[in-house]
């Protein structure tokens, strides 16, 4: 790969996850006008972005958009994108492919979102994509769902149900080994060691994609964005007008307090971010705006 072709290649994957970024803050932003006063107090809330950029100003490391919504029905959601580049610590870039046959040198691009809701029937969710070039260059990323509730934690949950329905989709369109694969791999990194359990009812989850068809990978990548963006509002839709009791508040306040755990115990990408200097607010935007532990 040529660094034209590959200057050229960042720049449509930059683009896309700003274009996935405006979509998805535009259909959530709509779900939430729509929420029932009756169930859902306070006023409409609304996306504030940020602009931020890496390091202390005196060379271009890159930056992001932070997008932030605080609202009645998404108690919180984060929708951020980012392109960040530099060089790796020698010991961090040991871990990376092709980082050190480069001297450390890095570009990383993706999106990220995270949504807790204020409605415990409604699935918190996450999803993330991302195109990472050393001297090698790969995609990563994936969705996955975490309902909150005891009786949605079983696979057979119809929410579950559709939205790995959606994630195969999005990859039998390209190859029909890639869903089995990356639900298991999904089922595995999701997995709270220290209690022996899943965060959630899973998804899929790749990473070091690099089948050697650098377009088709990214189509592959942006088939995964649009599936998600498709899924999840529908998700939201079929539960936001469901009443829920105080006792359902309760366990879906204490279940995220698994997910506190999981993203600083396990998640590769906060350790990516604050190891490659990113925005910490940005990074620690994951975790649940209230949460219990018992």
Known sequence: ???????????????????????LIARLEALEAQA???????ESGKFERTDWRRGDGNEDLG?????????????KVGVHTSTVYGEFSEEFRKNIPGAEENGGKFWASGISLIAHLTNPRIPAVHMNTRMIATSKTWFGGGGDLTP????QRDPSFEDSVDFHAAMKTACDTYDASFYPKFKDWCDEYFHLAHRDEPRGTGGIFYDRHDTGDWDRDF??????????????PKLVTRRMAEPWTKAEREEQLIQRGRYVEFNLLYDRGTTFGLKT??????????????????
């Open 1 to 23: 790969m040529t660094d034209q072709n590959l200057l050229e290649k960042k720049a449509r994957a930059e683009a896309w996850f700003q274009s996935l970024q405006s979509d």
């Open 36 to 42: 029932d006063p009756k169930h859902y107090q306070g």
């Open 63 to 75: 930056g992001g958009k932070m997008a932030m919504m605080k609202g009645r029905l998404f108690e």
């Open 148 to 151: 909150l509730l005891a009786y």
């Open 219 to 232: 189509a592959f990548t942006q088939s995964v964005g649009k599936a998600f963006a498709d899924i999840y």
């Open 277 to 294: 200097g990113g925005n910490v607010k940005s990074i620690l935007s994951s975790m649940p705006p209230i949460v219990k532990w018992p």
